[in-house]
């Protein structure tokens, strides 16, 4: 392949012990990464430049994070943490929510979740660090919705809640709250106020608590198979809607895979949670959140 020097992206390169320290003309300045996350995010992204056959997502999804990946990298070995770093890791933090949403049912060979949630994790990591460096009464424009997004991305870990006290200058502010919320919802077992938090949160809260959704699911089901007795006849449309399914076929998987009994009504005597976590469908009304909004759009947080 001819690679068109106008459009070739830096990849990313693994330090690895013994490399040599990489020449000042090797990196990147602050404002040329602007630039390529400008352009990854904008004509990669969106796909504006239209080929005959459309690239799938997954693809795109891999490219994106490894040339972002090196953004990260740029910025770390000229130490650079300010307002422009900061920015920077807030849209690459936007692409890793939205993508781990829009490949969701994707085969493992495609997408790594898992992969996905910890280059997330690293990034929200960072403008954890970056928020704190500017000090006590300095309030970044977008850290409350970066603070909620942090909560919500470690939302299974039960000291969650004492770190979340670090953000104190926006714990007012209805991002937090709304993260905090959920927060409580998971761990209370509230399955009704965890899905209403899906239903009217903005698209990347909701992409985020999609991310919880078969832990929790598993989690609501034992409580109900204790509180129901056998010879109560729960069905499994109850199950479908209790529980947020996509459809009926999706809640059955669900169900035989935690060892229940579907004949007439379901029947929990034999439940069991499964040997592992079951990948939710992807949800319409999160999608439907987003719309047409271009990925960029998304990703930027801007209006156009």
């Known amino acids: 392949y001819m690679i068109d020097p106008q459009k070739a992206v830096k990849k990313y390169h693994r330090p690895a012990a013994g490399n040599e320290t990489p020449l000042p003309e090797d990196i990147r300045t602050p404002e040329a990464l602007i630039q390529t996350c400008s352009y990854l995010f904008h004509d990669i992204l969106d796909n504006k430049q239209k080929t005959a056959a459309a690239v799938p997502f997954n693809e795109v999804h891999a490219f994106v994070r490894d040339r972002t990946r090196s953004v990260r990298q740029d910025l770390t070995l000229q130490s650079c943490r300010d307002h422009r770093a900061i920015a920077m890791h807030e849209q690459i933090a936007r692409f890793h929510i939205m993508s781990g949403h829009v490949l969701c049912e994707a085969d493992p060979a495609d997408f790594d979740a898992f992969q996905n949630t910890e280059q997330l994790r690293k990034v929200l990591q960072s403008l954890r660090e970056m928020y704190g460096d500017s000090g006590r009464n300095t309030v970044h424009p977008n850290e409350a919705e970066f603070r909620a997004y942090y909560i919500l991305t470690h939302l299974q870990d039960p000291t969650i809640f004492r770190t979340a006290l670090e953000f104190e200058k926006v714990l007012g502010d209805e991002y937090v709250r709304r993260a905090l919320d959920a927060a409580y919802c998971f761990h209370s077992n509230d399955y009704f106020g965890y899905c209403r938090l899906i239903k009217t949160g903005d698209y990347l809260e909701a992409c985020l608590l999609h991310g919880h959704l078969s832990v929790l699911r598993v989690n609501v089901l034992n409580v109900i198979s204790k509180a129901y007795s056998q010879s109560e006849q729960l069905t499994v449309d109850f199950f479908t809607k209790a529980l947020l399914f996509v459809d009926a076929p999706e809640c059955r998987q669900f169900l035989e895979a935690c060892n229940v009994l579907l004949m007439n009504a379901v029947n929990l005597a034999n439940?069991?949670?499964?040997?592992?976590?079951?990948?939710?469908?992807?949800?319409?009304?999160?999608?439907?959140?987003?719309?047409?909004?271009?990925?960029?759009?998304i990703v930027t947080g801007s209006p156009g």
Request: aromatic fraction near 4%; proline fraction near 11%.
């Open 271 to 297: 439940y069991a949670p499964p040997s592992e976590v079951i990948k939710a469908k992807r949800l319409e009304i999160i999608e439907a959140k987003r719309g047409l909004v271009p990925m960029s759009t």
